[in-house]
């Protein structure tokens, strides 16, 4: 049952994310209550506990990659809302796997929009050396290029996905 609502919660942030490049709050909170309650009157207890400690968990390794800007508020609040529906363990695999496919779609980006390879290597270095010069504004503008960002989901679906098939 849990699994239908996971699923549905997938699709309406996959859906709103590559439309608005923003989670709702409504959307995420409605994931972590909805998921803690399932597990609260499913579980009793040790249910709320096993709902509790995947949204805690999850919140808090994305909060981590929040701090260093590597992803945005919204995803920190729709790994909760996920940890909350299916607990620690499957939503450990699919921040790897979610990972792992940004890096892939990040690295198809740069190939695709930006010019030859020589240049990404020519800007890679410079961008590395104002970084080791404690000058992050040429990184931050990097980040800030439409061209260069993409909605995480296009990463989280795919990853959904490989999780089902290897974890159940």
Known sequence: MYDALFIA??????????????????????????????HLLTGGINGFLFSGLGLLVS??????????????????KLFAAIGA??????????????????GVIGIV???????PMQRVFIRLYERTMRVLQRNPSQLDAFK???RTRFPFMYAVLPAVLTT???FL
């Open 144 to 146: 800030q290029n439409k």
């Open 9 to 38: 919660f997938i699709i309406v942030a996959f859906i709103w994310d590559v439309n608005y490049h923003k989670l709702p709050n409504w959307l995420t909170a409605i994931g972590m209550v909805t998921g803690l309650m399932y």
């Open 85 to 102: 529906i299916m607990g620690i363990e499957f939503t450990l695999y699919l921040m790897m796997y979610s990972v792992v496919y940004a």
């Open 109 to 115: 980006i740069l190939l695709v929009v930006r010019t």
């Open 59 to 76: 919140g808090g390794i994305f909060l981590l990659l929040y701090m260093f800007k590597a992803i945005g508020a919204g995803d920190v």
């Open 164 to 166: 089902y098939y290897y």
